[in-house]
């Protein structure tokens, strides 16, 4: 399976954009919001620290989701097992830190800084062939139907 796909699949198990015509940026968020905390943190931030803070960033952004704040629309898949959803969490920035940052960008935030653009315009292109048009009860009705691994 290809990165792309990978990260995609990993953050649409805990978070789906609200409309049909969400934005780009409502698709995007979660790789959005881990992008940012890697890029800003000071060089020094060991990695631990950082997967704590993006996963805190995550989270702070699904509580306004799950609050229907203004500042953020969507749906969660897990709204009900918030452990399940927070271990989801975890396992995305995880899986970004690994396979975007160290593989993809070499463990360079310059080479992911230049990459960031390529990366989303294929992780949005993904996200909507695979999710964006599926209404949340097809949703809900093939995750009952998937075999449990």
Known sequence: MAMI?????????????????????????????V????????????????????QGEINAFLDRVRNDHDSAS??????????????????????FLEEVFDDYSKGSRALLRKYLNRLKNGCEA????????RSKSQDTDTEKAAPQE
């Open 5 to 33: 796909t990978r990260v995609v699949d990993s953050y649409a198990s805990f978070y789906r954009s609200g409309a049909r015509k969400d934005s780009a940026y409502a698709r995007l968020r979660p790789l959005s919001i």
């Open 35 to 54: 992008a940012d905390c890697l890029l800003k943190a000071p060089a020094h931030t060991d990695r631990e620290s950082l997967s704590l803070i993006a």
């Open 74 to 95: 969507g749906w969660l898949p897990l709204y009900k097992e918030p452990a399940a959803q927070r271990e989801a969490v975890e396992q995305f920035v995880q899986l």
């Open 126 to 133: 993904y996200y909507i062939k695979t999710y964006a048009y």
